[in-house]
């Protein structure tokens, strides 16, 4: 695969991944904000730990996907040959991890690096809606 290919593909791929990301966590809110509306005269312990599950189930979702997405390539692509080892390289891509014991070859360093910012991104958008989340639930929380 040529450099501009790899930038290429790996540019779909990786929006791809923060497409389905940034719809998922869209939907996610939604369903917080109904979850919240529901709890509202629940248990404290609920009305803060109800929607920071419902949050973190969706998140392992969007990483599992993006990561199962990454071994697809890796697998229909014939880079790598079975789904053990497809779904092992690019969980430890995606966590930029890269243990280094199955490497790419050099055709395909860059696209596979695209991976690593895939997780990197990924991790650091989840990061960001958490943080936002919890904040706001315990605001609600601490205020009323």
Same mark, same amino acid.
């Given at each position: 695969?040529?450099?501009?290919?790899?930038? @290429?593909?790996?540019? @779909? !791929?990786?929006? +791809?991944?923060?497409?389905?990301?940034? @719809?998922?966590?869209?939907?996610? $809110?939604?369903?917080?904000?109904?979850? $919240?509306?529901?709890? /509202?005269?629940?248990?404290?312990?609920? $009305? +803060?730990?109800?929607? +920071?599950?419902?949050?973190?189930?969706? +998140?392992?979702?969007?990483? $599992?996907?993006?990561?199962?997405?990454?071994?697809?390539?890796?697998?229909?692509?014939?880079?790598?040959?079975?789904?053990?080892?497809?779904?092992?390289?690019?969980?430890?891509?995606?966590?930029?991890?890269? !243990?280094?014991? @199955?490497?790419?070859?050099?055709?395909?360093?860059?696209?596979?690096?695209?991976?690593?910012?895939?997780?990197?991104?990924?991790?650091?958008?989840?990061?960001?809606?958490?943080?936002?989340?919890?904040?706001?639930?315990?605001?609600? /929380?601490?205020?009323?």
């Amino acid at each position: 695969m040529t450099l501009a290919n790899q930038i @290429i593909w790996g540019s @779909i !791929y990786l929006g +791809i991944c923060f497409l389905f990301e940034i @719809i998922l966590l869209t939907w996610c $809110t939604q369903l917080v904000r109904e979850l $919240t509306l529901r709890l /509202e005269n629940a248990k404290r312990f609920f $009305t +803060i730990a109800a929607p +920071i599950c419902l949050a973190l189930s969706f +998140i392992v979702a969007i990483h $599992t996907f993006q990561v199962w997405l990454w071994a697809i390539v890796w697998v229909f692509g014939d880079v790598l040959t079975d789904w053990n080892t497809a779904l092992y390289f690019s969980l430890v891509t995606f966590t930029t991890l890269g !243990y280094g014991d @199955i490497v790419l070859g050099e055709d395909l360093r860059i696209f596979g690096a695209f991976a690593s910012v895939t997780g990197l991104l990924a991790f650091g958008l989840s990061t960001a809606f958490m943080v936002a989340l919890m904040t706001q639930v315990f605001k609600e /929380e601490l205020i009323s």
